[in-house]
């Protein structure tokens, strides 16, 4: 006969015995529960599921169903563990200064585009950026950067009434 390790699902108590006990009913010496004695699991793949409680298909212990790693051993009991999106939440205007938290991507570009329409051939497209900046953060009101938009329209404005007067200067 070989020996038989489970755990208490109430207080987490190990405890074990022969296998001769598989499927019967036995009371926690620590908290007087009456468990149902689980049956022994044959390594397989994938952990096995009962109840809540799942068996590490590598050293069989009981784990919550929720756990991704066994508790004893380590071992991933859902396959490869997915990534975590961590979102700090901290939407504050200081982040917003920062980083560019929440803001439409079209004002980040309207507003570079603006810094660069000094040289007159950006202004045009930080004018139109802007303007598409302007469009996506109404339809979208979780998004900022109405003020780089702006920027993006005024600079490229400018910019753009300079270029066509170098334009029209040369064919002059």
């Known amino acids: 006969m070989s020996e038989l390790k489970f755990a208490c699902p109430k207080c987490k108590q190990s405890l074990e015995g022969d296998d001769s006990i598989q499927?019967?009913?036995?009371?926690?010496?620590?908290?007087?529960?009456?468990?149902?004695?689980p049956a022994a699991m044959q390594v397989r793949p994938e952990a096995q599921v009962s109840g809540g409680?799942?068996?590490c298909p590598k050293c069989g212990q009981q784990n919550l169903e929720n756990?991704?790693?066994?508790?004893?051993?380590?071992?991933?009991?859902h396959g490869a563990i997915p990534p975590q999106i961590v979102v700090n939440g901290d939407d504050s205007a200081a982040m917003r200064m920062l980083l560019?938290?929440?803001?439409s991507g079209w004002?980040?570009?309207?507003?570079?585009?603006?810094?660069?329409?000094?040289l007159l051939v950006p202004a045009p497209f930080a004018l139109l950026t802007g303007i598409l900046a302007v469009v996506d953060i109404r339809k979208h009101s979780e998004k900022h950067g109405m003020g780089r938009a702006v920027?993006?329209?005024?600079?490229?404005?400018?910019?753009?009434?300079?270029?066509?007067?170098v334009i029209i200067m040369s064919l002059i």
């Open 100 to 103: 560019p938290i929440g803001r």
């Open 151 to 165: 920027f993006g329209i005024v600079m490229g404005a400018l910019g753009t009434i300079g270029l066509m007067a």
């Open 67 to 77: 756990n991704l790693k066994c508790t004893r051993c380590g071992h991933c009991l």
């Open 23 to 37: 499927g019967q009913v036995v009371e926690c010496p620590s908290c007087n529960t009456q468990i149902t004695v």
């Open 107 to 118: 004002a980040i570009a309207s507003g570079y585009l603006g810094l660069f329409s000094v």
């Open 53 to 55: 409680m799942m068996f």
